[in-house]
């Protein structure tokens, strides 16, 4: 059952931005229900499809005006329920404000609309020469706003960091319609607070990002992946030192735990090693043309390696990169996901207490594990044929105690959302909570924008 409409704000939108632009009850689609966390139920009140920044900057002064709360969506690929809408809120929708505006070639800059898919994005910085460094799974379908707004990761993090450390600008609009442009395009540029931080990692809830200037690097030539097989992860561990310090151009790192690599393999029908064994590594390089074969021959007579492949064609190498993207975890009930981040000696030990916690409550659950390990960062996917709420708050409870327990994050890439808000304290400090509510309250007083999310105000 939809909620009345507030007529008054409805009218009010629909002059402003026009019949098309404002939509309502069938006209809105459904799939600005939930994102990929799948929680969210509810259609929202309305929905706006705007075409330019005075649109939005129109739209947030009347919801202003009405005190409407607003839901700003992008690609609708998050994790943690964040863009999720209430039967009360107005939604808008960024998919029309898309495109690239420049790409400066002498700078290595492309400035671009936040609803611009990922991947355009990058194909239009590979057609210039060069490489857009933010990455990840969902690139056919999240934006450069959502990626912004949830300062997203990836699997490029290794040598390019995450999204933050990959903007130089933004334009965002404040809740009353305010259009902040602060589009820096220079490295450096110490002229007061940089307000582009506030706006990156806020998941909507202090602003929405119309604009940003985005930093290009050279597009690698060429690159080499393998997969290599260890017995222990100390001897992970050493590898990503020794690779660090000898493999010039190390571009991934990413471990999968047993049985997460056996599951993916069996459901992708890959047969990559003869044996099994506790933990397997991708590595991959780039821009380099020698080095990975000697680095790994090295590592083998070190003994840090069991076994190593490296990848004879592109074929293979996507081959080894579907088995890591483990999609087919996705087909398990009832799956739960964590992205969390602890101190890299800390993670394996970890990982062992989580399981072994888990399979003593919850008898025959699943428990598969992968992480971009260079970052700190892994993922837990976990399911059990039946998990009822009660069960569900006992395994977040023994997640984030352990995250707590190791001073981890419990959220490494994903954001809070509304799936993590109630464990927020476990990463941050009374201090930290209560001055990100006095932000909030500066820039959103009414609190209109995506309110709920993160935190309670
Ligand atoms: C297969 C798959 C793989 C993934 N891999 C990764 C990964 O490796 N690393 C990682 O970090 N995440 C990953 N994700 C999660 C997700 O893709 C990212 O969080 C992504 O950045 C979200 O972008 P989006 O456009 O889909 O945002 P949405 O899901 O639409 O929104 C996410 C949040 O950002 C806000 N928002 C969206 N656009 C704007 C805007 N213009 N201005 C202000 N706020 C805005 C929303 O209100 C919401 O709070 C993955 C998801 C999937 C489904």
Redesign the pocket.
Known sequence: MNRPINVKLLKALQQALGDHVVLTGERIPAKARS??SRIGHHSPMIYIRPRSVEHISSALRLCNTYCSSV??????????G??NPERKDVVIA?DLLAGIEEIDTAAGTMTVL??TVLEVAQKAAEDSGFLLPID???RG???I???????????RVINHGV?RDNVLGLQ?VLADGTVISSLNRVQKNNTGYDLKQL?IG????L????RAVLKLQPLPVHRATALCALSSYEDVVALLRHARKSLMGLSAFELMWETFFRFNCEAENIKAFEADYPFTVIIEQSGETIGLEEFLSAMLEEGLLDDALIAQSEKERDRFWKIR?G?SLGKLPNLIEY?VSLPIGALNLYAEEVIKALETEFPGIHVSIFGHVADSNIHLCISARQLNVIAKNRINTIVYDGVRKHQGSISA???I?LLKRDYLAYSRSPEELELMRRIKQALDPQCIL?PG?IFLA
């Open positions: 994102d990929k839901v700003v969506q992008g690609g609708m690929t998050g994790l943690a964040g863009a960024m936040a609803g990840l799974g969902a379908s999240c934006q706003g959502g990626n912004l707004a949830t300062n997203a990761g990836g699997v999204t965002a706006f806020s998941e909507g809830t602003g929405i990002i119309t993207e999609l992205d890439e994903h954001g959302g995506n999310k």
